[in-house]
């Protein structure tokens, strides 16, 4: 196939996605997060470009895909890229999937989603968006070109009002910038009708960490040395092993004092996952829909 294909997250043995296809409308992301890591391995990333023919290359592999499994979009580009206001990519491709009658799980840290609800709300779908402070300073600064926190929560507000369900990730937790937001973020989440989180830790690679570095570079000297003490797994660099632990094992309590079903991405603490499936692709509801 050419532009829909089964994620890979590089054979990472944390890695506890259900088998699915993963799918992205654009090359690259114009959002600019300080932490992202598909810039290590994506040319010239942060200039976000629309896949040629991504219509009819979508449609052809539509045609072959197993509707057995869902489709992720996206896992490394965001689907919903300040780019896709005027161009309507995404718009064109959920007309296909629902068209197609596939399940669909949404990943985006855009309020432009909500643009779609009448496509979502007719089809099998569920939406994650990423929430990683509620402080606006912060998120100016982490995630410069991205919508801010309370357009996001507000979008996922929306959402659940209109039936589609949805999923917060908290991705990624940051000892001394975001950590201590945690409960807070989990509460809010509660009231606004979020129903799964997703949590990780930050997973340094050199091009991310330099940026991160450069803007926040009281933190880091604080985060160098916790770094120095973890280990490397996948091409990236792990906080220590019980710090992280401590750190999911607040969010997974959050979550059980609130209410939320959660898992942890990529982490290895699987004992602490407490739902159906790690990415929230369990909250998709076909009971309306013939499967």
């Keep these: ?19 699915k296809y993963s799918f992205s409308p654009y090359v690259g992301c114009s959002h600019s997060c300080l932490y992202c890591y598909a810039s290590s391995y994506i040319k010239d990333f942060f200039n ?9 290359r979508l449609s052809k592999d539509l045609i072959k895909a197993d509707r057995r ?25 959920l007309k ?17 989603v909500c643009r779609d ?33 309370e357009r996001r929560l507000k979008a996922l507000e929306k959402l659940n009002e209109k039936g589609i369900p949805t999923v917060l990730r908290l991705d990624p937790i940051i000892p001394f910038l975001n950590e201590s937001e945690i409960e ?21 690679r050199p091009d991310n960490w330099k940026r991160f570095s450069t803007i926040f570079p009281e933190i ?24 992280r632990f401590k750190i999911i094992k607040k969010v997974r309590d959050a979550c059980e004092n609130y209410g ?9 603490f699987f004992e602490l996952n407490n739902a159906k499936s790690c990415d929230g692709s369990h909250l998709i509801n076909h009971q309306n829909f013939n499967v």
Excluded at 96 to 112: E, P, Q, V
Excluded at 260 to 268: H, K, P, Y
Aim: glycine share 2%; with cysteine; hydrophobic share 35%.
């Design 1 to 19: 196939m050419q532009v829909l294909s089964f994620f890979d997250p590089w054979k990472n043995k944390l890695c506890t996605c259900p088998k």
């Design 48 to 56: 976000c470009r629309a896949k040629k023919d991504l219509i009819k």
């Design 69 to 93: 499994f869902h489709v992720s979009i996206s896992n490394s580009s965001d689907p919903y890229v300040p780019e896709e206001k005027k161009l309507k990519l995404m718009r064109d491709c």
């Design 96 to 112: 296909l999937f629902s068209l197609s009658n596939f399940k669909i799980l949404i990943i985006t840290k855009s309020d432009l």
């Design 117 to 149: 609800i009448d496509i979502l709300s007719k089809s099998k779908a569920c939406v994650s968006i990423t929430v990683t402070t509620l402080s606006e300073e912060i998120a100016r600064k982490l995630e410069p070109k991205a919508p801010s926190p």
């Design 184 to 204: 807070e973020i989990i509460k809010v989440s509660a009231l606004i009708g979020v129903k799964h989180i997703v949590a990780s830790t930050y997973k340094v």
């Design 220 to 243: 880091s000297e604080k985060l160098r040395p916790l770094y120095s003490k973890g280990k490397r797994i996948s091409n990236s660099f792990y906080l220590p092993e019980e710090l």
């Design 260 to 268: 939320l079903t959660f898992s942890c991405c990529r982490e290895g």
